[in-house]
């Protein structure tokens, strides 16, 4: 940009012309013929020419200063724009048109919202109204529908710049976010791929205890179903002994059959119940529903591997507290998880205890503890604690993917999980949930 020549400069520009007259005099000079209005002309006409050599430097940084201009907002990575009050399109750069997939002419005059799918446009034109009501900045995420058909996702940030003696201009960044909504979307299946695939790999390791539960009841209602049949075959031969009914008999027999198929009913029972916690256990993303958190650990349970009660006492202590909304497999994971990594940090030999305690929380919260009083976690290891593939276990013994799952599971339910430890004396991880409003 030009600069404008003050007194003193040019002073020193005379300074200069003089001393450049006397070591170049002109051609056509004279010593004999040195008049003081040809040197104050010739003087002029130098400072002339070093002006114009200046303003033509000038010129020269102020079209170069332009076109970086230029090249930095027709060329931005985010689409730059100018509206009215009212919303409508004054100016915009290259990559503005390029974003919605329309040429520049076409978007000069229009309103922003009309590039913006229908419930977006209303929620930009409360947006627009703030701002330029109360003067605050306004970012928010947005879709547009672009040129080709195409949805744009982008993050729009505005803000209100105010002009003296004319109307305010309302200033637009549009960033375009789609790649970083499909890498989250990418995140959120690869984290639920990842739940199912350590759901599925509990599973098959509780194979073993699962036919165990099953097959009590079911050794049970076999049983039953058995006495049932012989007995149904004695009362069907005292019906058919001639003479007087003994209704007396008969009835004590029937009762022995009722009681004996009641045995076999509660068999079922707890067969299907079994079968209903497994099913709810593997279910990749069940409904949400209000579920109580000591029914989940009561359900959580039945799970547990036989390395768990090897290795510990497990105790529940439970407080009233509201109920939950949550996925209860989900839910029934992360107990089984804190629980199973509780056992594996008691060492060798030592007694193990890992309580279970259930408990209100801070600010409307529900809060389940689980607490050991195994090794502790070192101070290095908690900072990457629910980092995932993060692991202290020996190769081949743990992915490091628990600890992440069971995090994400609880952010999933807008809830916390954190955990204290003490070296040598244990820890306990604490999940918070909002409770079921009253």
């Known amino acids: 940009m030009a600069r404008k020549l003050a007194m003193d400069d040019r002073g020193k520009l005379r300074t200069d012309a003089e001393a450049k007259l006397l070591r170049h005099p002109p051609a056509t000079a004279s010593s004999r013929d040195p008049t003081s209005l040809r040197h104050e002309l010739q003087v002029h006409q130098i400072e002339l020419e070093m002006q114009n050599q200046e303003l033509c430097g000038a010129q020269l940084a102020l079209e170069e200063a332009r076109d970086r201009y230029i090249d930095l907002y027709e060329f931005a990575p985010v689409g730059y724009a100018s509206l009215d009050e009212n919303g409508r399109i004054k100016q915009a750069n290259l990559t503005t048109a390029t974003l919605l997939g329309v040429e520049r002419s076409k978007l000069l005059g229009r309103p922003l919202a009309a590039f913006m799918l229908r419930g977006h446009a209303?929620?930009?034109?409360?947006?627009?109204?703030?701002?330029?009501?109360?003067?605050?900045?306004?970012?928010?995420?947005?879709?547009?529908?672009?040129?080709?058909?195409?949805?744009?996702?982008?993050?729009?940030?505005?803000?209100?710049?105010?002009?003296?003696?004319?109307?305010?201009?309302?200033?637009?960044?549009?960033?375009?976010?789609?790649?970083?909504?499909?890498?989250?979307?990418?995140?959120?299946?690869?984290?639920?791929?990842?739940?199912?695939?350590?759901?599925?790999?509990?599973?098959?390791?509780?194979?073993?205890?699962?036919?165990?539960?099953?097959?009590?009841?079911?050794?049970?209602?076999?049983?039953?179903?058995?006495?049932?049949?012989?007995?149904?075959?004695?009362?069907?031969?005292?019906?058919?002994?001639?003479?007087?009914?003994?209704?007396?008999?008969?009835?004590?027999?029937?009762?022995?059959?009722?009681?004996?198929?009641?045995?076999?009913?509660?068999?079922?029972?707890?067969?299907?119940?079994?079968?209903?916690?497994?099913?709810?256990?593997?279910?990749?993303?069940?409904?949400?529903?209000?579920?109580?958190?000591?029914?989940?650990?009561?359900?959580?349970?039945?799970?547990?591997s036989v390395s768990v009660e090897r290795a510990a006492t497990v105790r529940v202590e439970n407080s009233e507290v509201p109920s939950i909304m949550g996925s209860e497999g989900q839910l029934q994971q992360v107990v089984v998880n804190l629980v199973t990594n509780a056992a594996l940090a008691i060492p060798a030999g030592r007694p193990g205890e890992i309580t279970i305690r259930i408990g209100p929380g801070n600010a409307g919260m529900v809060r389940l503890d689980v607490v050991d009083n195994g090794k502790g976690i070192p101070p290095e290891t908690m900072k990457r604690i629910f980092e995932p593939y993060f692991t202290t276990r020996d190769a081949g013994k743990g992915t490091g993917l628990g600890l992440s799952i069971c995090h994400a599971i609880v952010a999933a339910h807008r809830g916390t999980l954190t955990v204290e430890s003490e070296v040598g004396k244990g820890s306990t991880f604490r999940v918070e949930l909002p409770a079921v409003p009253a």
């Open 122 to 304: 209303d929620r930009w034109a409360l947006r627009l109204s703030t701002l330029v009501r109360a003067g605050e900045p306004q970012t928010f995420e947005a879709d547009f529908q672009r040129g080709d058909g195409a949805v744009l996702h982008a993050e729009v940030s505005t803000r209100l710049r105010s002009k003296d003696g004319s109307d305010s201009e309302v200033r637009v960044v549009l960033t375009d976010i789609g790649a970083r909504r499909a890498a989250e979307e990418e995140a959120r299946s690869l984290e639920g791929r990842l739940a199912i695939s350590q759901r599925l790999a509990a599973m098959g390791t509780l194979v073993a205890g699962v036919a165990h539960e099953i097959n009590n009841p079911l050794a049970g209602e076999m049983a039953s179903q058995a006495l049932a049949m012989h007995e149904m075959k004695e009362f069907a031969e005292l019906l058919r002994r001639p003479g007087p009914l003994d209704r007396e008999a008969l009835a004590r027999r029937a009762d022995e059959m009722v009681e004996i198929l009641g045995n076999a009913q509660d068999g079922a029972a707890s067969i299907a119940h079994i079968v209903k916690d497994l099913v709810s256990f593997g279910r990749p993303d069940a409904e949400r529903m209000p579920v109580q958190l000591f029914a989940v650990v009561e359900s959580s349970m039945r799970w547990l």
